[in-house]
């Protein structure tokens, strides 16, 4: 199954940045597509929803920190994410919800790791 590909993580010091992509073809481009992370031992959570309008959702815990937006035209999804914290550490992936579910199984995300 052809899914979207996470790329961008990495291991910064609480108080960076980094920005995340996630970039899909555009047949399977989706209208809602959302930012999720899952820390070690942690159940997956949803960070970040954008709806094709440009429309946001923040978990309360990144608001004002990550902001989340998308190019159409290079069918890619962005998560800007400052002021980072070491709880912020996990795997980032990119899905669509759907339903109960997810567009696409789960691939491997992109790491990031934030040290105090």
């Known amino acids: 199954q052809v899914r979207p590909v996470e790329s961008g993580g990495g291991l910064v010091q609480a108080g960076g940045s980094l920005r995340l992509s996630c970039a899909a073809s555009?047949?399977?481009?989706?209208?809602?597509m959302g930012w999720y992370r899952q820390a070690p031992g942690r159940q997956r959570e949803l960070v970040a929803l954008?709806?094709?309008?440009?429309?946001?959702h923040y978990t309360d815990s990144v608001k004002g920190r990550f902001t989340i937006s998308r190019d159409n035209a290079k069918n890619t999804v962005y998560l800007q994410m400052n002021s980072l914290k070491p709880e912020d550490t996990a795997v980032y992936s990119c899905?669509?919800?759907?339903?109960?579910?997810?567009?696409?199984?789960w691939g491997q995300g992109t790491q990031v790791t934030v040290s105090s």
């Open positions: 555009g047949s399977i481009f989706r209208p809602t």
């Open positions: 899905n669509s919800p759907s339903g109960d579910n997810y567009y696409w199984a």
């Open positions: 954008i709806w094709s309008g440009g429309i946001a």
